[in-house]
């Protein structure tokens, strides 16, 4: 008797174990595929693979249910994959399909697809891992963008999402780029479609692709959370208008790794809301290099904090890294430190511009700005393509403040010294510094407030 009720103990001990770790599990930030990011306080804590694999949860009706995974194959759903009739057909009906599962909907995309605008839209019954193993190719055809002239693929609202494969994402973007104002002066400014888009989505996994010749930007993250981006490779060629690579812009939690960037805009570029970004082992160039805004644009109030370059190599680019900030905005941008990073033959190795202007007509002096704030630049080498190897352009009103630069060692290319120009910083060096700021040559120049702390 004594043993029997000993036994049907246990068995309720257990019963309420795994019934109180599936409660947990249906936290939406507990139940995330393999190697999403699990964010406490901002810090991430890998994910086990425990979490994943044949877990027990509630489903709708408080039943318990094995979570079960089924295989989407765009092949299936009428998809041809020959890279000449359109497919988009197809990808909607898999996505309604995956998305409609009470599981892990694996999409498979494995030839190559030509493919429309097309969003796949969340919320989803179940997490869903994409793999494009093969291609993805973009319609080329303008008229196909009417609808939605600003993005070509998008992922809508969808939580617990990776998208991996090893495949390509194909913006066949030289159209856009022929027709950009950038190019032909003569033509309208109009904006072209970003190759692809995750907005709102949070517990993402993007790893393993090929994003190359995007209509304008290749990579956008917007108003998401909890991101790991890793192994990609983005390309388009150095005159190709505003492609910039990867984009993140009202994000937080999100760390970019092992990833190489050869385009003709930005190699990131981290605008308002973005909170809490790690970028590690990026390759830079061609480009524009890793760009901190632009911030303030029309006037507006923005803010970025808590961005880390930590690895990074440039080669060529245009800067390497970059704050720029518009007169006449206001908010913030701080706690940012880049770290490690080798600069080859690059025109502004390390610049801050508080006078970004980037428009037709000339942009009007104004008191207004947003603040710069704590940035760390430290271990910093390698050479400058330009004299000027390090730029602070900051504001009169809103000076740059606790600005730190640690072992830095920037050559011109080819030998010889290079020069810092630093207007209205507030800095100090650590360790050896090279250039430094010519405290006598600033003072030559009238009408502008420099601090040297
Ligand atoms: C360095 O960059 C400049 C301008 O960007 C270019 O003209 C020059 O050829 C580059 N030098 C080397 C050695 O790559």
Known sequence: MALQKYLSFITIMICFVVCYSSTLQEDPLSLIVEDSPYINDGTFIKQSKDHVLGLRRFDKSGEISLNSFKTFNVDDFGAQGDGKNDDTQAFNKVWEAACSWKGTA??????????????????????????????????????????????????????????????????????????????????????????????????????????????????????????????????????????????????????????????????????????????????????????????????????????????????????????????????????????NIQMDNVTNPIIIDQNYCDQQTPCQKQKSAVQIRNVLYQNIKGTSASDVAMQFDCSQNFPCQGIVLQNINLQLEGGGEAKASCNNVKLSYRGNVSPRCSYIEEMHEIGSNRFIV
């Open 106 to 339: 694996i999409v498979l995309a494995q030839k190559n697809y030509l493919l429309k605008p097309i969003t796949f839209s969340g919320p989803c019954k179940s997490n869903i891992e994409v793999q494009i193993s093969g291609t993805l190719d973009a319609s080329n055809n303008p008229s196909d963008y009417n609808e939605d002239p600003t993005h070509w693929l998008m992922f809508d609202s969808i939580q617990k999402l990776t998208v991996k494969g090893g495949g390509t994402i194909n913006g066949n973007g030289n159209i856009w780029w022929q027709n950009s104002c950038k190019k032909n002066k003569k033509l309208p400014c109009k904006n072209a479609p970003t190759a692809l888009t995750f907005y709102k989505c949070n517990n993402l996994v993007v790893k393993d692709l090929t994003i190359k010749d995007g209509q304008q930007i290749h990579f956008t993250i917007q108003d998401s959370s909890n991101v790991i981006v890793s192994g990609l490779t983005v390309t388009a060629p150095e005159d190709s208008p505003n492609t910039d690579g990867i984009h993140v812009t009202n994000t937080q939690n999100i760390r970019i790794s092992s990833s190489t960037i050869g385009t003709g805009d930005d190699c990131i570029s981290i605008v308002d809301g973005s909170k809490n970004l790690k970028a590690t082992d990026i390759t830079c160039g061609p480009g524009h290099g890793i760009s901190i805004g632009s911030l303030g644009e029309g006037g507006s109030k923005e803010f970025v904090s808590g961005i880390t370059v930590n690895g990074a190599k440039f080669s060529g680019t245009t800067n390497g890294v970059r704050i720029k900030t518009w007169q006449g905005g206001s908010g913030s941008a701080s706690n940012i430190k880049f770290h």
